[in-house]
């Protein structure tokens, strides 16, 4: 048996990267996953896939965590299939670089909505869905806010909130036996960061001369430390961010 045997978790963010991986590894556990994606079905649908030929449970739902009525649709469709939810991974996110000049609205907003107003409204609903017995609930922060590198600022206190958020939601869930914590990665390689230019360079090259146990990460280097926070081997772990960066 896993550690999540007969646990449903929900996975925000899933179709591809950290998220894909954490989905995985919570179903090698024992668990069942709901796989929530924004826009890329395609990637979804082959995770639920890799987790069903390996054995498990899992299930593709399309959902914008920045939206309550897709946030209700989610845990709705999530609870119909599999019954009341365990474990919650707020994974869903966006980042995107630039000085501070051009900073914009829409960019501010978007940052916001998607980084952390999507934490709020999938913890709230998340309440509706848990066992009497409580459970977990896992926030992807970032290194970037020890780090606070430049021309990031928006991207660096959307996750400085989430640091703040499961602070706070701990205080304020622990009375009904429900555990918050968030994991900040350090820079992982991912389809995004491949594509945003920051693996394969000179940012990559510095990154990994400033990490200690030189490398840069892998999704799995993440989830597995998601996986442990969601099962009972954490059942004392509440309230604490866990850098995952390999020492940067």
Do not use: C
Request: net charge negative; glycine share 12%; proline share 3%.
């Amino acid at each position: 048996m896993g550690k999540l045997t007969g646990k449903v978790a929900v996975v925000t963010g899933a179709a591809k990267g950290i998220g894909a991986e954490i989905a995985r590894e919570l179903a090698a556990e024992g668990a069942t996953v709901v796989v929530d994606y924004a826009m890329s079905r395609d990637g979804a649908d082959k995770v639920v896939e890799q987790i069903v030929a390996g054995g498990g449970q899992a299930l593709a739902v399309q959902a914008d965590v920045a939206k309550s009525a897709d946030v209700e649709r989610l845990f709705a469709e999530a609870s119909r299939a599999f019954g009341p939810i365990d474990v919650l991974v707020n994974n869903a996110g966006v980042y995107q670089f630039g000085r501070i000049e051009e900073v914009t609205e829409e960019e501010f907003h978007r940052h916001f909505n998607i980084n952390v107003l999507s934490v709020l409204l999938a913890t709230r609903e998340t309440l509706k869905h848990f066992r009497p017995e409580g459970g977990s609930i896992v926030n992807l922060g970032s290194v970037v806010t020890r780090l606070a590198p430049p021309e990031a600022a928006v991207y660096v206190a959307t996750k400085s909130a989430i640091d703040g958020i499961t602070r706070v939601l701990a205080k304020e869930l622990g009375p009904r036996k429900i555990r918050v914590n968030s994991v900040s990665p350090g820079i992982v390689e991912t389809e995004g960061t491949h594509a945003g230019g920051f693996i394969g360079g000179d940012f990559e090259r510095q990154v990994v001369q400033q990490t200690p146990l030189g490398r840069v990460g892998r999704p799995d280097d993440i989830a597995r430390v998601v996986v442990f926070l969601a099962s009972d081997d954490a059942r004392w772990v509440t309230g604490e961010t866990l850098t995952v960066s390999g020492g940067l």
